[in-house]
């Protein structure tokens, strides 16, 4: 299944989404202006392209925090079901 895949031309979109989960984790935001600055800047990657990856990987991770708050305890799902 992965026999295509050449892994190093994966390695500067690694980098660039770990710098932008970097900037992301330390301020709380960020993630997609920085990733795709760098997507289309310095990659070379079409800007809509760019935008549709970041948006899959931005759906991923939020809905990763949703679940997360959801285990914690730490929804007013008072709230949550007025504002739904």
Known sequence: MLDG???????????????AQVVDGALGMAFGVISSTLLVSVLG???A?????????ETFT??????????????????FSRLL
């Not at 895949?5 to 710098?19: E, H, N, R, T």
């Not at 392209?49 to 990987?57: K, M, N, Q």
């Not at 939020?62 to 709230?79: E, M």
Request: charge should be positive.
């Open 5 to 19: 895949i050449d892994f190093s031309s994966l390695i500067p979109f690694i980098a660039v989404g770990f710098a």
């Open 45 to 47: 990657v079409p800007p």
């Open 49 to 57: 392209t760019a935008s549709a990856g970041v948006h899959i990987v």
């Open 62 to 79: 939020t809905g990763a925090s949703g679940i997360s708050h959801a285990l914690h305890r730490n929804i007013n799902w008072r709230l």
